[in-house]
């Protein structure tokens, strides 16, 4: 394959400007992130080298302030991420990763290189990715 046909990759349409937090911090912390960063997830670093990458969405969150009376105060990031993240290596083609997005019904995933955190990619990035290849 020449260049100019190498299949899109996962690390050619992700965002690589991923805001984390720790598993401690309160979901107040986490919900002051998101809005000062206008992002609708937060990764959640590992504990140490041999854990995994976990996943805070407004969802998630929401979900928690309805069970608790709306008390945000109550829980911290840690009782309400999903743990362990799906992930995928930033080499994989984009055409794979709509598959198992789509198949689990999973809207963002993080991104992998050799298992470090380079990025994450939603539906709406591969959404606009295909659109693009579409307009070509």
Do not use: C, F, W
Not at 18 to 32: E, F
Not at 88 to 117: F, H, T
Request: charged residues 25%; hydrophobic residues 45%.
């Amino acid at each position: 394959m020449t260049s100019d046909t190498r299949p899109r990759l996962v690390g050619d349409v992700m965002e690589r400007e991923v805001v984390t937090i720790s598993p401690m911090a309160s979901l107040r912390d986490a919900l002051q992130a998101m809005r000062q960063h206008r992002v609708k997830s937060l990764v959640v670093e590992k504990a140490h080298a041999y854990d995994a990458y976990g996943i805070l969405t407004y969802t998630s969150i929401l979900r928690t302030i309805v069970a608790d009376d709306g008390d945000i105060d109550l829980a911290n990031v840690y009782d309400v991420m999903s743990k362990p993240a799906i992930s995928l290596p930033e080499g994989m083609e984009v055409k794979y990763a709509a598959r198992l997005m789509v198949s689990q019904s999973i809207r963002r995933v993080i991104v992998l290189r050799n298992d470090d955190l380079v990025g994450l990619v939603t539906m709406s990035d591969i959404v606009e990715s295909v659109l693009d290849l579409a307009e070509k």
